[in-house]
């Protein structure tokens, strides 16, 4: 009874030892993997650099020469398009508008016709003092000759002096009522050609206010139309007072100063024009002077109320060496300012300090460390170092080494 034995299916069966061969197999398989891994890493970095270290290979850079020229010191300012004229067109006599002539927007001169009001009230009103006056006339003349009479007969004591005297009295005032006539008859003549309205000024007309067929008086506040003078226009901006002195002595001389105006971005140039005048006083809270420049405007590019960013032109330097904005770069320490210059012999860009002038925003004047004929990068500065190797725009291509390529080459 001791000796039982548990049944074969409660048995535990006996651990599985691994083959020796098959251990070596996984371990092949894994040093091919790594193998490959490193095959490939090596072949990349062979095709990324076929000439060796990245930085040795030559960098096509964009060159521009040191040049002499003019730079222009010039003012940065705000300013507001203002026309010279801006005329509410209004009538001056009241009656019904019987005609629109113009169209909205139309560009007209001074004289134009524009709107034309009921002509018949104030023709008929001509008509009677031209009457008035036709009458009176007679009645002086006839007074005149009654004098004449009365002057003869007074020479024989036939007619009383207190009759002569009421006779002359009697011309004087046909005299005065002959004058009256004539003066309404300038009115009348006025008040019609105000029925025929033309435009004051040079200009371009905005949007009707009122139309054919209304009653329009001289209270109407908004009036018929407004036209506004565009050709020439001025800009309106202020400097800080500080350039005044200068300013004023040259507008005193008589001296021309430029005035560029450019759009709301400040990118585009919208007209060219010159400084006129400058406002008589200044303003204390911002220490600014207003100026006025006048623009042609042919184009019609400036329109009134428009914000544009004006560059007046203050002085030129000349005979400055110069050299695009492009070819500055900024450092720090001991080179805050430095420019890569071209070793055309070796083709090699070397870095050179360099001392800053005006600059008028495309070019900058260099005081020290550049001499004209000088070759400085302006594009492709950011891969270049202090004796790296360059290629310049048009040059032929670097000749490689005997046996390299653009793809590494697998040994033989």
Request: hydrophobic fraction near 40%.
């Amino acid at each position: 009874m001791n000796d039982l034995q548990e049944p074969p299916s409660l048995k535990t069966p006996p651990a599985r030892t691994s083959s020796p061969w098959r251990a070596r197999l996984i371990g092949v398989i894994v040093g091919l993997v790594l193998l490959a891994i490193v095959a490939s890493i090596v072949l990349r970095s062979k095709r990324a650099a076929p000439f060796g270290d990245p930085r040795d290979a030559p960098v096509t850079v964009a060159v521009a020469p040191v040049t002499r020229g003019d730079i222009a010191i010039t003012i940065a300012a705000l300013g507001t398009v203002t026309p010279l004229a801006t005329v509410t067109v209004k009538t001056q006599i009241a009656g019904q508008l019987t005609q629109v002539a113009f169209q909205e927007g139309q560009m007209v001169r001074a004289g134009d016709f524009l709107a034309q009001i009921d002509p018949r009230p104030y023709q008929a009103a001509l008509d009677q003092a031209q009457a008035n006056l036709q009458r009176d006339q007679a009645l002086l003349a006839n007074s005149r000759v009654d004098l004449q009479r009365y002057q003869d007969l007074i020479k024989e004591n036939a007619v009383a002096q207190q009759q002569l005297d009421t006779q002359v009295s009697l011309v004087d005032q046909y005299l005065g009522t002959v004058a009256a006539d004539r003066a309404a008859i300038e009115t009348a003549n006025v008040n019609l050609a105000y029925t025929h309205i033309t435009s004051p000024v040079a200009g371009r007309v905005g949007l009707r206010q009122v139309d054919s067929g209304n009653y329009v008086t001289p209270q109407d506040t908004n009036g018929l139309v407004v036209v506004t003078q565009l050709q020439p226009i001025s800009v309106i901006f202020p400097i800080p007072e500080d350039y005044m002195r200068e300013l004023t002595a040259k507008l005193h001389d008589r001296v021309s100063l430029p005035v560029a105006a450019f759009d709301r971005t400040n990118t585009t140039k919208v007209a060219d024009g010159t400084l006129q005048t400058i406002d008589n006083v200044s303003d204390p809270t911002t220490g600014t002077v207003k100026l006025r420049a006048l623009f042609d405007n042919k184009d019609g590019a400036l329109f009134a109320n428009q914000f544009v960013n004006v560059l007046l032109q203050q002085t030129v330097l000349h005979d400055q060496l110069i050299i695009p904005a492009a070819g500055v770069h900024h450092g720090s320490g001991d080179t805050p300012n430095f420019a890569y210059v071209i070793n055309q012999a070796q083709s090699t860009a070397a870095v050179r300090p360099i001392t800053l002038g005006n600059s008028d925003g495309d070019h900058v004047a260099v005081t020290a460390g550049l001499a004209a004929g000088d070759v400085v990068v302006t594009e492709g500065a950011d891969r270049l170092r202090d004796g790296a190797k360059v290629t310049l725009p048009g040059a032929p291509a670097p000749v490689r080494p005997p046996g390299a390529s653009g793809a590494a080459r697998r040994p033989q």
